[in-house]
């Protein structure tokens, strides 16, 4: 069941990035649907073990940068980590069957994995169906969430503190390479403005709609 998402893929990520995934995706789990205010088995580990998880990776990481002996404590973090986020991910897929309501797929932080194209025509990249901006966990962090798109691509965020009906009010923010990221570092107390488009080889999607934010 794991080969809906892209569990495949996180281990390409370092170690930072992977341990931002793992936050990321148990901030998602706790308002899912099939892990808020269910009974979890023992065998998933769920948001919480997977917030921990992230944060036996950041400490190995740092660990083993000061003590090469350290390297394996490391791998094991991120492999326990990519374990966590996979056995989640399966008890989604179950939980979405037995409810007949394969749109909790979208909502769980994970990317989804995309099936080989059979079709040789490459098609231009559309705009984002989805796109929201909340407030991150720190001050002056925000949480990105685009709708996933087929084949490889990344994800062009820009902000605006101007008016956003003006192109040059617009600054290049963040590219990134999952539909569900985080921007950390952003000027408190200020209303801004975002939009997303999709960069793939095949060519520059349209810009998504605007939303709007006051940054805390």
Not at 182 to 189: D, F, K, M, R, S
Request: proline share 6%; aromatic share 8%.
């Amino acid at each position: 069941m794991s080969e809906v998402f892209d569990i495949q893929g996180l281990k390409d990520l370092g170690d930072g990035d992977l341990a931002l995934y793992g936050e990321n995706v148990a901030d998602r789990m706790e308002d899912h649907e099939a892990f808020k205010d269910q009974p979890i088995p023992p065998c998933i580990p769920g948001p919480t073990r997977i917030r921990e998880d992230a944060q036996q990776v950041k400490q190995t990481s740092t660990a083993a940068r000061l003590d090469p002996s350290k390297e394996p404590e490391r791998r094991a973090a991120r492999e326990k980590i990519i374990q966590s986020i996979k056995f989640s991910c399966q008890y989604v897929v179950m939980y979405s069957e037995h409810t007949d309501n394969p749109g909790l797929l979208d909502t769980i932080g994970v990317d989804r994995a995309h099936k080989a194209v059979r079709n040789t025509t490459v098609k231009a990249p559309t705009s984002f169906y989805k796109f929201t901006v909340t407030h991150g966990k720190e001050p002056g962090s925000i949480k990105v969430h685009v709708s996933s798109w087929d084949g490889k691509g990344s994800v062009d965020l820009q902000i605006c503190f101007g008016n956003p009906g003006l192109e040059e009010s617009w600054q290049p923010l963040k590219i990134a390479h999952y539909c569900n990221f985080t921007v950390e570092g952003l000027e408190t107390a200020r209303r801004a403005y975002f939009r997303a488009r999709l960069l793939k080889d095949a060519g520059v999607g349209p810009w998504s709609e605007t939303v709007e934010l006051i940054i805390i």
